[in-house]
């Protein structure tokens, strides 16, 4: 059963699937520090929605066994106020993203030593003023940075904990361009972030594969930024490796040399990108292209080392992609970036990822159901992205259900029956309502996933097809290429739906209790 599937993907945290055998810490022990502080961890005070509800207990907090463990330092920090500038004012995450400042482009010069897991970097972030910059703040956790310029010159920095705290010597003037070129090298230590308690994110190495999954914080790991999805940008990323590897990113391989025996493969996104959603993957891959009727270029990265059995197993999977893109433009509009694809690991993951334009997956996660879900991000998540990561419901119910009415369509089976099964297991798993999760519960799947798509289910029926897909299209575009907050899709909601469909979405949204307005769908499954 695909749902199950997913439910499995998603929620999977075996050793085998970290990634790291030297990783110091248990990822069970982060869970159960993460839940044991949570109690007293104050709410967020500049949240965008309501306050999170305590009454329904998430998945890890019902089986994971209480600890007397000390919080992490990490964790201290996520709690702080960061000093103005030096935050975005996520309601989850204060420290990410910064302020003072628009980015507008970044500009990644990576060479990777994929032996030593090592990089060698110059990230030029280019930015607008929007204020006067005496300090400019960047993300950015470990590795050794060696020199920092603002506009070509040469400025004082200093590093604490996730900060790179830059000091021209004058200050930005508001209303500027000016760029930050950091120089930095090391070992990408991948990042325990709460929001994540299966297993640290950010940059992997795992048999002879580097790639990236940064969702929510990891990005801050490999290249310096305004790590939050606010502040979107245009992305360069050139990565050099040995010549027997491909390298592959985001948006399109605009140039590939090799010079001493070192390749240098240039990827260029041309639109706004989320930092999350950047992707570096390292490794024997071949590329193999298939394209939409409207001419859209699909190129899949698939392992050198399948058999052929395999190969053509992988390809008959991917084949899928062209007709689902055609089926999500046919209700949202046109594909929003100038390519699309799929990287498949050699080797099973707990995760399928949808960095923008190169969905990452693993070699079990090749079904219509993760294809459809990955991919439907590219409208919701990576276009339209979430204004506050309390707002994730917004990417993940979305993009799971979008994923099941392309899967309905393409095996012929009745998305109320789909959503009957789905509504059995949101009630057995008492999910919590996806609008007032806890940074522990950012990927809970009863809630955030499953719960949210039963809420759009419920709004589609209430509304019916034309008007809901008004209501979907119109959040699509107020955002496209931009973030935005449950709040202003409520607000398209009760503009073209009325005061009762704000109601129907509030009690899904926020009610600790499941809605019973779905209720007929389990009556008439078992009836027939
Ligand atoms: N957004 C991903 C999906 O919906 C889940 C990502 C979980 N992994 C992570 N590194 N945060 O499939
Ligand atoms: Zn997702």
Redesign the pocket.
Known sequence: MPALALALV?SACTSSDDGRSDATVPVRATAEAATATSATVPPPSTTAAPAPATTAPSVTETTAPTTTAPPAPAEEQEHAVPPPGAGAGDSFYPWLGNSGYDVTHYDLALDVDPDANAIDGVTTVHAVSTSELETIYLDLSGLEVSTVKVDDTAAEFSREDAELIVQPTTPVPAGVSFSVEVAYSGMPERID?P??P??E?GWFNQDGVIFT????S?SMSWFPSSNHPTDKATFTIAITVPERLTAASNGLLTSETVVDGRRTATWQMNDPMATYLAAVYIGEFERHEQGTREGLLIRDYIPSSLTDEERQATLEALSVTPGAIEFFEELLGPYPFDAYGTLVLPFRTG????NQTLSLHGNQTLNPL?IG??LA?AWF?NSVSPGDWSDIWL??GF??YLAFLYLADYEGSDIGALMAGELQAARDANAAPPASVTVQQ??DFNSV?RRSTLTLHALHRHLGDEMFFEVVRSHYQQSAGDSVTTREFMAIVAQLGGPEAVALLASWLYSPEMPSTLDDLAVSDSAG
Do not use: K
Not at 213 to 216: G, L
């Open positions: 998603l972030d929001g994540v299966f297993f994110i999954a940064n969702e929510p990891g995760f399928a990822m949808e993760i879900h990955e991000h998540g990417n993940e993009a799971h950012l990927f996933y």
